[in-house]
């Protein structure tokens, strides 16, 4: 299925690899070697300090929470989303599909504020909900809120175009042979889509937790409260706590490390699925 | 009858239609649409000339400059340095190959404000890297060029995996049928593999440029924030709202939102409209 690749022969193409090589260490790799050597710098005792320090437990609680409950609230939508435009063809299709990428295009701060305006006093909802004593913004779940709205394009955008190249065919067959939607979604759509599907959860998670801007809009920054990493990190970093705003980044840099190892490796399985039933249908 | 038969384009066959329609356009409304129309309707509060005050503000109009000249600069760099790593990820084998492939999600899965602190501390003049710029007499963290660093950084992603998939896919057949008909290299090149990536390098570096626009964790940390030198648009919006003067960052606020949504549907209709012909 896949092309062969050529072993590299002439002194140009060594010279492209090298360069791309070189490019790629000094934006990629190098920043991975100093969020770690700085996290390292004051040894590990105190690297042990200062991952045990109260802000920095209660935030990794609280971005992980975020991560928690968004996740699989938009693997849902993700999920209904890409079976809508991908399975039936409807007035206002295109539309709906372009909407989902509101997010992705917005500017987060933009995104935050939005939600400001909404549920902060200034919005009647707000206003509406200070009366019954609910706080949304400055709290946490404005954070989720704004997570949430953040991260809602990424399983749909991973699904979309695979289940689109794979058809209803299946579907339609078993469908004709009485099964029940369930039954069609469990046994035929599942398994055709499930690397992707863990690999959009992977993704969704990542950007879940990395979020900054919308987050830093909307959490008001309240140590203890409503600080998450990577606002910790920066929040640290102003207070000169260098150290400690590594160890931050360092617990951070590890998860997106993981993410890209089960990133890979998803994607890998997926590739792999397609390239069997290709050969089944060729066969 | 007749007017589901105008609504469905096609028939629908398989079941589910009501529940993931009904979500779908549920959750969308929500979690989507209702935010934007809120700063909207806010906005529609305001006089006009009200409105041009705000957003005409001399250090604003500053801060646009900075935004779109970052963008656009990093965009360049970005798209030639993209097409170079995926080029080489995906015609020739080398060692570290793979590894170089995961790696290039990095900018994507470390959150901004990591991203932010670690290329500024790299960049300082005592840095690992700034140390190297010191004597050009450059300075790039807290200044012009760290945005553009930052932004490039955030980028890089998006090039590599638009054009990627279609270098993959691109036919030996057809670089070999040029090189038959006596082309050479730069001219396979040029006339051949160029045009066919054309479509993915507009998709890749348009989705760099509108993220780049409204990046604002990684650029924060690195720029130094001067008035009328290093500050960008989001960061406006940031400082407004820091004083509560809410009319002015909705103001801005809608400056940065309906220049995306341009960009977005642009890049949607140009999709749809002449690059998929292709």
């Known amino acids: 299925m896949t092309k062969a690749r050529k072993k590299p022969a002439q002194i140009h193409q060594w010279l492209l690899i090298g360069l791309g090589i070189v490019l790629a260490t000094i934006m990629l790799i190098v920043p991975l070697i100093l969020i770690f050597t700085q996290a390292l710098s004051g040894g590990l005792q105190l690297l042990w300090q200062n991952l045990r320090a109260d802000y920095m437990v209660h935030a990794t609680k609280l971005t992980l929470l975020a991560a928690l409950i968004t996740v699989p609230l938009n693997l849902c939508f993700g999920i209904l989303l890409a079976w809508c435009v991908t399975r039936y063809d409807f007035f ?15 500017s987060p701060v933009v995104a935050g504020f939005c939600y400001l305006v909404v549920y902060g006093l200034e919005g009647v909802i707000g206003r509406w909900l200070y009366e019954k004593d609910v706080q949304l913004m400055f709290a946490w779940p404005g954070i989720i809120m704004v997570t949430l709205f953040v991260t809602a394009p990424y399983v749909a955008r991973i699904l979309i175009p695979l289940m689109q190249k794979q058809g209803s065919e299946e579907e339609i067959a078993a469908l004709s042979l009485g099964a029940n939607g369930w039954q069609i979604f469990r046994k035929i759509t599942l398994p055709n889509i499930k690397w992707a599907l863990l690999y959009g959860c992977v993704i969704t998670n990542a950007r879940a937790v990395g979020e900054f801007g919308a987050v830093a809009v909307v959490s008001g920054t309240i140590m203890n409260q409503t600080l998450t990493l990577p606002l910790l990190v920066e929040q640290l970093n102003n207070d000169y706590k260098t150290a400690a ?37 060729v066969s | 009858m007749n007017l589901s038969l105008r609504f469905f384009r096609s028939t629908p066959i398989l079941p589910g239609f009501p529940i993931s329609f009904g979500f779908s356009v549920l959750y969308t409304s929500l979690v989507i649409l209702l935010p934007i129309s809120a700063l909207m309707v806010y906005i529609s509060g305001m006089s006009f000339q009200q409105y041009w005050f705000v957003i005409t503000d001399a250090r604003l109009l500053q801060s646009y400059k900075v935004t779109l000249s970052g963008a656009f600069y990093s965009t360049v760099i970005v798209t030639g340095f993209g097409f170079l790593l995926a080029w080489i990820i995906t015609r020739y084998d080398f060692p570290g190959r ?11 899965a470390l959150p901004t404000s990591v991203a932010g602190l670690t290329l500024s501390t790299l960049f300082i003049p005592t840095g690992w890297l700034g140390q190297w710029f010191e004597p050009l007499g450059i300075k ?8 553009v660093v930052a932004m490039i950084f955030t980028s890089i992603p998006f090039i590599v995996r638009s054009v990627q998939p279609v270098l993959e896919d691109m036919e030996a057949e057809l670089e070999e049928a040029a090189l038959m008909l006596g082309a050479n290299k730069w001219q396979i ?38 008035p009328f030198e290093t500050e960008v648009t989001s960061l406006m919006l940031f400082v407004r709202l820091q004083e509560y003067n809410y009319p002015a960052a909705a103001a801005i606020a809608s400056v940065v939102l309906f220049a995306s949504l341009a960009l977005l549907f642009l890049l949607q209709v140009m999709q749809t409209r002449f690059l998929n012909k292709s």
């Open chain 1, 92 to 106: 206002g299709r295109r539309l709906l599909i372009t909407l989902v990428e509101i997010p992705y295009a917005t």
């Open chain 1, 245 to 281: 705003a590594f160890t931050a980044a360092a617990l951070l840099a590890s998860m997106a490390l993981l993410t890209l190892v089960l990133k890979t490796i998803m994607e890998w399985r997926q590739q792999n699925r397609e390239q069997q039933t290709t050969a089944q249908t």
């Open chain 2, 98 to 108: 793979r590894l170089l492939d995961s790696l290039v999600d990095l900018p994507f």
């Open chain 2, 140 to 147: 790039i963290s807290y200044a012009f060029p760290g945005i």
């Open chain 2, 189 to 226: 090149f040029w006339r051949v593999i160029l045009p066919t990536l054309t479509p993915a390098l507009i998709t890749g570096s348009s989705q760099a440029f509108i993220r780049s626009l409204g990046e604002f964790g990684a650029v924060i940390m690195i720029a130094g924030n001067i």
